[in-house]
């Protein structure tokens, strides 16, 4: 199996390793350094459970190889933060109970996070739409979309 | 009182962190993965299966078929002593010689990864003939059908009349008659985490662990023992952090044996995730029925009778332990539930098709049943130019017809149908939508109102699978362990794949204790850990695990009242706990915390004949109770784009009694997600398979889920009626959403294009349907 060495910074820390070409990102992250926080749920780029951050842009970690991450930074729902903004979107998910099993979560509070940064008050309908990359069958996503939209509220004022 | 509190969970903290552990996410020393050959027909006998070259492959360990495991698993059969005449073909963990379904697993390939594994199953190479096959239910019920089991005179796997009172002559003396055709089509659970497994050997113990994403692992426990001949105190079944199941992990799948038997087998670890299309074709389908159904009203708009003929196209084997037979059973007896009449047949056939097996998921055969008798409501009233909410409300069962066995012969207790209607009419006003709807059409914009009355089967009584032969506890029973801190861990048998019930039950817990909930911590998901009982499927957990914990916290604080009442020479009668502390009045004597650490350590002071256990248990199952009964309704409103077909909901409201409500902010989400199930069904998805048997939706791209963009904010509303059968008075909560969604929906695009002269009766409404329906195409 044709393998390659890669540098890369994850969550802060620097990796260097040998991993096989085809390997992809999300597991790498899952299997090889054992940050399991990263789910997978299709493998077809379509559900958003295996969300991470690649150079601080949201990416599917099921459609990006390991070796394209060389030389990146890769953020993790373990490591990944803006100041506190995934911090009051825990707090938000939590108190709203926006999740249930949590599977879908990471994907979720990372992508929320994305949301806010770029547009700090979304209109519901927009949280919507930004989260609709990111499958939950648990909620009815009401309560995730509450939780976006009361952190927005909260930061504004 | 935390019970009736908005209480946050306390797992939830860590699934935030990304801190969860799900069964992927565990790896063993020397763990290897396994992959499957599955069947690329649906029909077809294997003439030969070669390995040589998967074997040969650097990483693969092991490669096995159906001869490699033989000896090492049993057969089952898929039945129900319930249901005796139901047909039962042996089912084995890897096909032997015919296969019935394509996906069904031939070929198990271990391997140093799961990589390896997929590469190794790419060299399997299994030689077919294929065979005629069927896929649709009247064509496998035609007398010259291919047979999908050679034992069998036909495809008929049961067949099954419930009658009530003479609906010919009710039929014959009517006002009006109305009869539609449905087509409610074939569906899956889809929980985002894929069903999982890792399998554990010890030989020199013959002990066998597993870790599975599962909702009943004491029944699998038993189903491994049983299956691989372990004595079932060696084996365990460790449910971690499940990521969805919906009904989709309370089965005993055959991949999942097979990660099973590799472990015994190979004497390592073995790992077994599903991937996407694993899933969907091998996940337990459900739906899939054809349903013709008859309404007889009186010109007043009274429900006279109703016939219900449904064709159930199950799917190539019954599925085990519990059997395929619940879904067409539930449409028998629950269409038309809500309603008054007296006059009622349902007939049921049940085919075997060349398709994935068929079984329970959320809200088992509640949509279907909901969808029919609402659109014939609909229906009726239309050609009786009375008004569907008045029709709804006159014939809905109320005051003293309770307690009341339906005709369809289901136990109501009681049911507050004309209080959620009157509450729901308070939330949306609809004679304004009528006015909006008028104008809007003038416009070209189609707008519909859809209202669904549900009844929801919960907290199923032991009676159903006691007699059925299947070692499934309907019973639930919780351990409650005081710590010699004053902290208390409660042992139960239901599990949580997120829904909440272990917050439930540290509600439940901390009231009848007098503890504050962070003192109470809830275990579950340990066969070996855990007391014995059913797991968490059919809304059973906050009615039986709650009661049984609200019955477990009596004892345990009758036990702590009765060491304070003999330490402080007191009558126990006088003394409560409060806050963690023992009080009589305004006084405060002791707290918990010493009564404990007096109980573990100092038991010689209390003195003999004194209740000093500390560890108690108590278990709870419904007596002469086939479910407990919840009921609401739901209300949609939709705009039906008549160019393109596409249906957008515009709002949902549903209005729900479950009984006594442990954590509203918990059952609310939880009726949502239910709901967005149910338009998912009645929109979106869908498993469709080619005249050859070939699933056509095997990824996300071509089946669809609904997600947060398409989906409309959700009211919820609760009238609350607790149970007079337990203590607690908890009903179950999980159907309700997706029960009552389909028939909602359904109404309201057939409310929105009837001005078109066009109807629907056919669920998922796709575009295409509805484009075929308008006429359009």
């Known amino acids: 199996m044709k393998a390659r060495r890669i540098s890369l910074t994850v969550n802060g820390e620097a990796v260097a390793c040998e991993v096989p070409v085809r390997l992809n990102l999300v597991d790498f992250l899952r299997h090889e350094l054992g940050l399991t926080g990263s789910h997978v749920g299709c493998e077809q780029g379509a559900c958003g459970a295996c969300t991470v951050l690649l150079d601080g842009q949201t990416v599917r970690g099921c459609l990006v190889l390991a070796v394209q991450a060389d030389g990146a930074t890769v953020e993790t729902i373990e490591g990944a933060g803006f100041d506190d903004l995934l911090a009051d979107l825990r707090a938000a998910f939590h108190r709203l109970n926006a999740l249930q099993c949590g599977f879908c979560t990471p994907g979720m509070l990372l992508t929320a996070q994305e949301l806010l940064v770029g547009n700090p008050n979304p209109s519901r309908a927009e949280i919507r739409e930004y989260l609709s990359g990111n499958f939950c069958r648990c909620t009815g996503y009401q309560a995730i979309v509450d939780a976006v939209e009361a952190v927005a509220v909260a930061r504004a004022s | ?777």
């Not at chain 2, 020393?29 to 992959?35: I, Q, Y």
């Not at chain 2, 659970?189 to 010890?202: D, K, N, Q, Y």
């Not at chain 2, 479950?658 to 902010?665: K, Q, V, Y």
């Open chain 2, 1 to 777: 009182m935390s019970i009736g509190a908005e209480v946050p969970r306390d797992r939830a903290k860590r699934l935030l962190l990304g801190r969860g552990r799900f069964v992927d996410d565990i790896s063993l020393p020397r763990m290897l993965h396994l992959a499957f050959v599955r069947s690329t027909h649906a029909h077809a006998r294997i003439e030969a299966i070669d390995c040589a070259e998967a074997r040969a492959l650097e990483g693969v360990v092991a490669v096995l078929t159906a001869a490699e495991i033989a000896d090492g698993v049993a057969s089952w059969r898929a039945e129900h002593k319930l249901f005796p005449a139901m047909a039962a073909p042996e089912q084995f963990a890897l096909a032997r010689d015919i296969v019935r379904w394509q996906g069904e697993a031939v070929a198990a390939v271990v391997a140093h990864s799961r990589a390896v594994a997929e590469d190794g199953a790419e060299l399997v190479d299994v030689s077919w003939t294929e065979l005629p096959n069927v896929v649709d239910g009247k064509q496998a019920l035609a007398p010259d059908a291919p047979l999908l089991h050679g034992h069998m005179d036909s495809n008929l796997a049961y067949t099954t009349v419930i009658e009530a009172g003479n609906t010919r002559k009710a039929f014959e003396s009517a006002d009006v008659v109305v009869e539609e055709t449905f087509r409610f089509h074939r569906h899956t659970g889809v929980s985002l985490e894929a069903r999982g497994i890792i399998a554990e050997f010890e030989p020199g113990e013959d002990r066998l662990t597993v870790h599975q994403s599962h909702q009943t692992p004491h029944q699998q426990q038993d189903l491994y023992a049983r299956l691989l001949g372990l004595p079932e105190h060696k084996v365990r079944v460790i449910c971690p952090d499940v990521g969805g199941a919906f009904g989709l992990k309370h089965h005993l799948m055959a991949d999942e044996l097979v990660a099973c038997v590799a472990a015994k087998l190979l004497a390592r670890p073995i790992k077994y995730i599903a991937d996407r299309m694993d899933s969907f074709l091998a996940d337990i389908h459900c739906r899939d029925h054809e349903v013709t159904a008859r309404m007889a009203f009186s010109q007043a708009g009274d429900i006279l009778a109703l016939e219900v003929d449904d064709l159930f196209n199950a799917g190539a084997y019954g599925q085990y332990p519990r059997t395929s037979i619940a879904e067409g059973n539930q449409i028998s007896r629950l269409t038309g539930a809500p309603y008054r009449h007296e006059h009622y047949r349902a007939n049921l056939a049940m085919a075997f098709l060349n398709k994935g097996i068929l079984g329970h998921i959320r809200s088992v055969g509640h949509p279907i049943a909901c969808a029919v008798a609402e659109r014939l409501i609909d229906l009726g009233a239309g050609k009786l130019e009375l008004d569907p909410i008045a029709v709804r409300r006159r014939n809905y069962l109320h005051g003293d017809d309770f307690p009341r066995t339906s005709v369809g012969g289901v136990e109501f207790e009681h049911l507050s149908l004309r209080d959620c209607l009157d509450k729901a009419l308070t939330m949306i006003d609809v004679a304004r939508f009528r006015e909006d709807q008028a104008g809007l059409r003038a416009q070209g914009i189609y707008r519909g109102l859809g209202i669904a009355t549900f009844v929801e089967l919960t907290a199923i009584g032991p009676e159903y699978y006691g007699e059925g032969g299947q070692h499934i506890s309907a019973q639930e029973t919780c351990l409650m362990r005081l710590e010699a801190s004053g902290t208390v861990r409660c042992y139960t048998g239901a599990t949580d794949q997120g829904q909440g019930i272990d917050t439930g039950i540290q509600q439940v817990a901390a009231d009848t204790l007098g503890l504050p909930m962070a003192a109470i911590e809830v275990i579950s998901g340990d066969s070996a850990l855990c007391p014995m009982g059913g797991g968490s499927w059919g809304s059973r957990g906050a009615a039986l695990a709650g009661e049984a914990a609200l019955r477990a916290a009596s004892t345990l604080r009758h036990n702590i009242l009765a060491i304070a009442a003999s330490l402080l020479q007191k009558d126990a009668g006088c003394l409560d706990i409060k806050a963690g502390e023992v009080v009589e009045g305004g006084i405060t004597h002791m707290s918990v915390a010493e009564i404990a650490r007096i109980g573990h350590f100092q038991p010689y002071t209390i003195p003999h004949g004194v209740p000093a256990d500390l560890t108690v248990t108590a278990r709870y199952a419904t007596t002469g109770r086939m479910f407990l009964a919840g009921n609401g309704l739901q209300i949609a409103t939709v705009e039906v784009d008549v160019e393109s077909g596409i249906v957008t909901p515009l709002r949902h409201l549903v209005v729900h009694d479950c009984g006594r409500i442990l954590n509203p902010l918990l059952v609310r989400e939880q009726v949502r997600g239910g709901v967005v199930q149910g338009i998912g069904s009645a929109l979106y998805e869908e498993l469709r398979y080619d005249n050859a048997g070939h699933l056509l939706t095997g990824s996300f791209a071509d089946y669809l889920v609904p997600m947060a963009g398409e989906m409309p904010d959700i009211e919820v509303a609760h009238i609350e009626t607790p149970t007079a059968t337990s203590e607690l008075g908890a009903k179950g909560a999980g159907e309700a959403g997706t029960a009552g969604a389909v028939g909602a929906i359904l109404n309201a695009v057939n409310d929105a294009i009837l001005p078109l002269g066009a109807t629907i009766a056919e669920v998922p409404i796709t575009p295409p349907r509805l484009l075929k329906a308008l006429g359009r195409i």
